[in-house]
């Protein structure tokens, strides 16, 4: 026989029921329920954004009142996409920091003493002992020799011309009849090999070559026979305007 003292309380159970599913507890977690947010157009947010600076619950089943949580600030992180202006500037500000390799001179030979004074620099810096009409004793010597002048002249030259000359004077040459003459500044991209023909070039009788004609000259004529155009066909318009009058008449 077992005895238990007086003093020892009771163990009392702990138990749980079911959630009681009743109309009254229905009401009651719609009640507490958030009211769900019906989607609307970006472009309705938008213009509520911009004409009132915030966003109603109006639409969202509130009762109108402001979205304090949905409050759009006009700050640049709330914008989506770059500003071309700025991404230009930053791009700008990075090409202008790399150092280009710079080694042709920005100012152009424009005289023969200045072309001779070139050169004479460019030979005493790549052989002393070569002299102008004297063929390179290396290739090592008419490249520093070609590299010196164009990046001095400011002024490429065609890599046929480079392989084909043989002395400095045949680069002297070349630059008082192509550069110094003024038929480089004739040069168009838009015309086949830039090619200029003068009659001069010609000893032929049957050839004649037509020089060309500036641009301002072409438009000037352009603009003379526009002209023209125009005024025959107002003469032509008054000479039927007569005709149907003096129908009319009849």
Same mark, same amino acid.
């Given at each position: ?135 390179? @004793? ?7 020799? !070609?590299?010196?002048?164009? %990046?001095?002249?400011?002024?490429? =030259? #065609? /890599? ?29 991209? @838009? ?7 003068? !009659?001069?070039?010609?000893? %032929?009788?049957?050839?004649?070559? =037509? #020089? /060309? ?38």
């Amino acid at each position: 026989m077992s005895i238990v003292s007086r003093n020892v309380r009771g163990i009392r159970a702990l138990h749980t029921s079911g959630i009681q599913r009743n109309m009254l507890s229905w009401w009651k977690s719609r009640k507490n329920e958030k009211p769900e947010e019906k989607p609307r157009e970006t472009s309705e947010i938008m213009k509520e954004i911009e004409e009132n600076g915030d966003i109603s619950n109006e639409n969202n089943g509130g009762n109108g009142n402001t979205v304090n949580q949905l409050k759009l600030k006009l700050v640049p992180e709330n914008f989506i996409g770059e500003e071309l202006k700025g991404k230009k500037k930053i791009d700008s500000a990075i090409l202008n920091s790399i150092p280009f390799n710079r080694w042709m001179s920005k100012s152009k030979v424009s005289s023969e003493t200045e072309l001779d004074n070139i050169i004479s620099e460019s030979i005493a810096n790549t052989n002393k002992d070569q002299t102008l009409d004297q063929s390179f @004793s290396s290739i090592e010597d008419k490249f520093n020799f !070609t590299k010196l002048l164009q %990046s001095k002249t400011g002024y490429m =030259i #065609p /890599d046929l011309e480079i392989t084909l000359f043989q002395t400095p004077l045949e680069f002297k040459q070349y630059y008082v009849k192509e550069i110094l003459s003024g038929k480089f500044g004739r040069y168009k991209d @838009s015309e086949p090999n830039a090619i200029h023909l003068t !009659t001069e070039s010609y000893h %032929s009788p049957n050839i004649n070559v =037509i #020089p /060309d004609v500036p641009g301002s000259v072409q438009k000037k004529q352009t603009n003379k026979i526009i002209h023209e155009v125009h005024m025959l066909d107002a003469e032509q318009n008054k000479q039927s305007l007569k005709q149907l009058e003096s129908s009319d008449v009849r």
